[in-house]
Every structure is written in C-alpha cells, then in structure tokens.
C-alpha cells in the first residue's frame, strides 16, 4: 500500500511529538546527555532534526539558500552536517526546542503546498512531497531512537516503521554505490513481520535471494543503530546476506558500522 502525504505527516508529527514530549523537560545536564560513542548530546540529536527540517524547507521555498548548501556540502562532505548540528546544539535548550517545533511545522505546510507531480531537489536524487516526508520520518525516528536510549526510554513499536522499511528497501541500490559495490543482479525479496502482527512484503515473489524476520529490527538495521548479529531479521542467500552487512536508508556515508552489542 502507497503511503499518502497526509499520512506520512501525521506519522512524522506522532513521532516528533515523542520525541519533543521526552526533551522538553529536561535540565541542561539532561539536553548534554550523551547519546551515540561519537559524543552527540541529545542537543545535537534535536540540532540536526531542525538544521535538516530548514533544509528541507529552504529546498522547497529558497531554491537560491538551497543551490548554497549543496555547494558547501559538495566541498566539505558530512563534516557539514556535523558542523551545523554542533552549531545549533549550543543555542539554549530552550530556543532550540521552540526552534525545532516551529520549523517542522513550517515544513509540513510547505510539502502539503508543492503542487502535483513537482520533485523537490536534495543532496540525493531529487524527491516527491511524500518521498521527503518519509526521509523526515526515518531520520526523526532513528534519532530519537537514540535519544530514548540514552535516556532509558521504551519505544514504542509501531505500525509507522514501515516507512523505514520502505526506505532500507528502497535504497538497495544507493547501500551498494555508497561503498563501491556493485549492485547484484539477483533481486531480493523482503518479507517482515510487522509490530500489529502483519506480513509485510518488497520485492519480486520468485526471487530465490529473500530477507526475512521483524520488521522492527530491520529498521534498526536499516538506520544503522544495530550490528546483523543483534536482530531478529535474516538473509537467505548470499545476495540478501551481503545487503544486510550494508543496509541503509539514509543519503549521505555510512558512518561507522555498529558493534555487535556487548563489545566494544
């Protein structure tokens, strides 16, 4: 089933809302927790989720501030991304939440305002209003993923996860070009359970390369927040195998590849 626009978007508003609920009444001790071993504070998880939001926005609205950042992005990599998110993590707690709630309502009218059938360009390939929205779900679920880690917060599973399984599948292709690979022939299919107990179901049903499991956890796989070894998915082929070494739903490098839990 084609997710819809206003579906994503009442998605992604549930999700930030989670999140906004778990950090708005932190200390300042609580905003400096650290969330990830490269030292990002849960300032710097709500920095990039709003830095990335006014992207975003300004890729829909201010195509000329837009054409700048690629620029920068072109010549610097993601030492740009982290250079923005150390800078907005060092506004008061405070600002930057107001910050961030403000501007991801200004992006959810902005992608409801982009007329049928137009793409909107990005540091990938350029996308649709929902395809946006559905990169704006990923990256504000695994980022709050780690901040509810951090904080010793359960997460909620939810339906909704299947627009990052969707985005892991369907950036198959990118996983490979991202690391040199070439992309294998075989086509694989994707067969997932998903949290209300449903089957979830990519990819052509006679292909004989079939990744299987909780959909779930390969979310967790796909956003790189878990090792293969640590979740409840597996390959059935050499093709599906490989993928899962390297399996991810968002543009940019691959960043370090998570240990399995228990070593460091």
């Known amino acids: 089933m084609k997710a819809t626009l206003d579906g994503v978007l009442t998605d992604l508003a549930e999700e930030s809302a989670l999140l906004d609920g778990w950090v708005s009444d932190l200390d300042a001790d609580g905003w400096a927790t650290v969330t990830t071993p490269e030292g990002w504070t849960v300032a710097h998880q709500v920095a990039h989720l709003y830095w990335t939001d006014l992207a975003s926005l300004d890729a829909i609205i201010d195509p000329d501030a837009f054409g700048r950042s690629l620029r920068t992005a072109a010549a610097e990599g993601d030492g740009f991304v982290d250079r923005e998110a150390e800078r907005l993590a060092a506004l008061e707690p405070s600002d930057l939440l107001q910050r961030w709630r403000q501007g991801r309502g200004m992006l959810a009218s902005a992608l409801r305002g982009v007329p049928d059938g137009t793409k909107v360009p990005w540091f990938g390939p350029p996308m649709s209003p929902a395809s946006m929205a559905t990169a704006r779900f990923m990256e504000t679920w695994a980022h709050a993923h780690d901040v509810a880690e951090a904080l010793g917060r359960p997460y909620p599973r939810r ?106």
């Open 159 to 264: 339906d909704s996860v299947r627009h990052v399984v969707h985005l892991g599948y369907r950036t198959r292709a990118f996983a490979h070009g991202v690391r040199g690979l070439p992309l294998p022939e075989q086509e694989v299919r994707l067969e997932l359970r998903g949290p209300s107990g449903d089957t979830w179901t990519w990819g052509p049903a006679w292909a004989s390369e079939r990744v299987t499991g909780d959909a779930y956890d390969f979310a967790l796989l796909a956003t790189r927040r878990r090792h293969v070894d640590d979740v409840k998915v597996r390959a059935h082929g050499p093709e599906a195998e490989q993928w899962l070494t390297i399996v991810q739903a968002f543009a940019g490098q691959p960043g370090n590849d998570p240990k399995p839990r228990g070593r460091s």
